[in-house]
């Protein structure tokens, strides 16, 4: 019997799972658009309806809502799977779910206005600021531009932070600090800036500038922002999934975007290598130590980090399924191998490039693309290297600052 998110253990065959070998099933499909997504700079409507059907867009979504309440591991490799079809690809996936889950934070009337129809898109960037806000009767009046609205083409709901302002002065809070909501806006009421994204790579991931003008949102789709921790908000639903700290969530979701990439790459150069033979040479590359030896690290060290990444999921698992509290030691390693899988997945992926030669700097090469791609998700917020002493300070009883919360 298939496990699920509900029962204390989690699947012993995540590649087993329906979602997972939906997602590996898609991976060629997925590169069948890859001239059009970079080109349109959004998934194809197409793609984004075989997602739909493959469940792609209520992975995180409680079951009680129509969704599939996957475990944090199912959800990762799904990403991680369509990432090795197209960088982009999984970026919009992990980040609609971590979307919905913040949605799970509202009060009881949004989440059944956003979830009537059952799965839905959410765009946009749970990371504070860009609105400002004025109190009105029933909600607030919100003007804002926000950056990121990853995925806005195919959305239904935007997600945004705004600052509360009483007439001219800035609310406070008790500490004196601003005070700061997340509010979710139909897409019909935002606008996307065009030209506004104009990147190096994961360019089809659509991240527009958005804004929105004197806007009423009502107060069903408000929620707190700052001084609660994330995961506290989505608890009040049933399953072990939504028990886990955000730390579960939160940082595996774009590290399992890097190693997809990662593994991608070499899997391209392991293809030109047994194809290629180098100018001035007479044996294939895949004859080279070189190339061998590269080959053989990069998978290793890209492995090991994923490996470490999954163990601290099962960690934390396992955990609350115990009926325990994690510790904040075990919240931090969930960070630090969130970024040390993002770390590896790099050191891999240099290593493929330097040894794919002239192929590797050509535009159209997918070592190209996978290289461009993957350096733009190292440079996400939630896989930089000041994770590192933010989990030092945990590990040396120092106070590791706000980010843990």
């Given at each position: 019997?298939q496990?699920t998110?509900?029962?204390?253990?989690?699947?012993?065959?995540?590649?087993?799972?329906?979602p997972?070998?939906?997602?590996a099933a898609?991976?060629?499909?997925?590169?069948?658009?890859?001239d059009?997504?970079?080109r349109?700079?959004?998934?194809?409507?197409?793609?984004?309806?075989?997602?739909?059907?493959?469940?792609f867009?209520?992975?995180?979504i409680p079951?009680?809502?129509?969704?599939?309440?996957?475990?944090?591991?199912?959800y990762?490799?799904?990403?991680?799977?369509?990432?090795?079809g197209?960088?982009?690809?999984?970026?919009n996936?992990?980040?609609n779910?971590?979307?919905?889950?913040?949605?799970?934070g509202?009060?009881?009337?949004?989440?059944?206005?956003?979830?009537?129809?059952?799965?839905?898109?959410?765009?946009g960037?749970?990371?504070?600021?860009?609105g400002?806000a004025?109190?009105?009767?029933g909600?607030?009046?919100?003007?804002?531009?926000?950056?990121f609205?990853?995925?806005?083409?195919?959305?239904s709901w935007?997600?945004g932070?705004?600052?509360?302002?009483?007439?001219?002065?800035p609310?406070?809070?008790?500490?004196?600090?601003?005070?700061?909501?997340?509010?979710?806006?139909?897409?019909s009421?935002a606008q996307i800036?065009?030209g506004?994204w104009?990147?190096?790579?994961m360019?089809?991931?659509?991240?527009?500038?958005?804004?929105?003008?004197d806007?009423?949102l009502p107060?069903r789709?408000t929620?707190?922002?700052?001084?609660?921790?994330?995961?506290?908000?989505?608890?009040?639903?049933p399953g072990?999934?939504?028990?886990?700290?955000?730390?579960a969530?939160?940082?595996p979701?774009?590290?399992?975007?890097?190693?997809?990439?990662?593994r991608?790459?070499?899997?391209?150069l392991?293809?030109?290598?047994?194809?290629?033979?180098?100018?001035?040479?007479?044996?294939?590359?895949?004859?080279?130590?070189?190339?061998?030896?590269?080959v053989?690290?990069?998978?290793?060290i890209l492995?090991a980090?994923?490996?470490?990444?999954?163990?601290?999921?099962?960690?934390?698992?396992?955990t609350?399924?115990?009926?325990?509290e994690?510790t904040?030691?075990?919240?931090?390693?969930?960070r630090?191998?969130?970024?040390?899988?993002a770390d590896?997945?790099?050191?891999?992926?240099?290593?493929?490039?330097?040894?794919?030669?002239?192929?590797?700097y050509?535009?159209?090469?997918?070592?190209?693309?996978c290289?461009?791609?993957l350096?733009?998700?190292?440079?996400?917020v939630?896989?930089?290297?000041e994770?590192?002493p933010?989990?030092?300070?945990?590990?040396?009883?120092?106070?590791p600052g706000?980010?843990l919360?």
């Open positions: 019997m496990q998110a509900d029962e204390k253990h989690l699947p012993t065959d995540i590649d087993a799972q329906p997972v070998q939906a997602a898609l991976r060629s499909v997925i590169r069948g658009y890859r059009e997504i970079e349109e700079q959004r998934l194809p409507k197409a793609l984004v309806e075989r997602f739909h059907a493959a469940g867009y209520r992975l995180a079951r009680e809502l129509g969704g599939l309440q996957v475990d944090p591991l199912t990762v490799r799904v990403v991680e799977l369509l990432a090795e197209a960088g982009s690809v999984g970026w996936v992990a980040n779910s971590i979307g919905q889950l913040v949605t799970l509202l009060p009881d009337e949004g989440v059944q206005e956003i979830y009537a129809r059952g799965d839905t898109v959410i765009a960037t749970a990371v504070m600021g860009g400002r004025v109190p009105v009767d909600g607030y009046r919100v003007t804002g531009r926000w950056p609205g990853t995925g806005c083409q195919e959305s935007m997600l932070s705004f600052q509360i302002f009483d007439g001219d002065q609310r406070r809070s008790p500490d004196g600090t601003s005070v700061y909501w997340r509010g979710i806006f139909a897409r009421e800036v065009e506004s104009d990147v190096t790579g360019r089809a991931t659509g991240s527009f500038d958005w804004t929105v003008d806007i009423f107060e789709r929620m707190v922002h700052a001084g609660i921790p994330l995961d506290n908000q989505w608890k009040r639903w072990i999934s939504y028990a886990l700290p955000a730390q969530w939160v940082g979701h774009h590290s399992a975007v890097i190693t997809g990439i990662a991608a790459g070499i899997d391209a392991i293809e030109l290598a047994g194809a290629k033979t180098p100018r001035g040479r007479t044996s294939r590359l895949c004859e080279n130590p070189q190339v061998q030896d590269a053989g690290r990069a998978d290793t492995n980090g994923r490996a470490y990444r999954s163990a601290m999921i099962v960690e934390v698992w396992n609350v399924a115990a009926g325990e994690t904040l030691e075990q919240r931090a390693r969930c630090l191998a969130a970024a040390h899988a590896s997945a790099r050191e891999a992926m240099d290593l493929m490039y330097r040894q794919g030669g002239s192929t590797s050509r535009r159209e090469s997918r070592l190209a693309e290289w461009r791609d350096h733009v998700v190292g440079q996400a939630t896989l930089l290297p994770w590192y933010i989990g030092g300070r945990v590990l040396l009883s120092m106070d706000p980010r919360r």
